[in-house]
Structures are given as C-alpha cells and as structure tokens.
C-alpha cells in the first residue's frame, strides 16, 4: 500500500492522478485537515507533524509514501 499525505485535502488530486498511473496499486490517503494549513506553522511544527504521520503510516503497512503538500 502506498500512503499520500497532506496538510488537508488539495493532495487528492495527487491520489487521482496516481490512482490513474498505477490502477494495480492500493492506496491511503492521510490529509492533516485538523491541524492545517501547515503554511502558517513554523518549519519545526511542519517536520514535527510530517513524522508523525509518517510513523502512522508505517505502522499500518504502508510500503511507500508520497508527499503530496505544497506547503
């Protein structure tokens, strides 16, 4: 399974455009709407949280992981 996160949802036209390339693939899609936008928050925060979801992801079998923030 491969994990896309965001800060919110804008990354869900990142998963649309994978789920197109790699039909085969499964997917999980973690947006961070509680705690965004992430703009605002300092780069500290940012990496703080981005870990945090990315230890999440892991400990649900997640194999890869694509950042799809702009932030």
């Given at each position: 399974m491969i994990g896309v996160i965001d800060s919110g949802?804008?990354?869900l036209s990142v998963l649309k455009e994978l789920?197109?390339?790699m039909p085969q693939a499964d997917f999980f899609y973690l947006g961070d709407t509680a705690r965004n936008p992430y703009g605002t928050r300092s780069p500290e925060e940012i990496k703080?949280?981005?870990?945090?979801?990315g230890k999440w992801l892991l400990a649900h079998e997640?194999?890869?992981l694509v950042v799809a923030c702009n932030t």
């Open positions: 949802v804008g990354g789920r197109q390339a703080k949280y981005s870990l945090q979801l997640v194999t890869g």
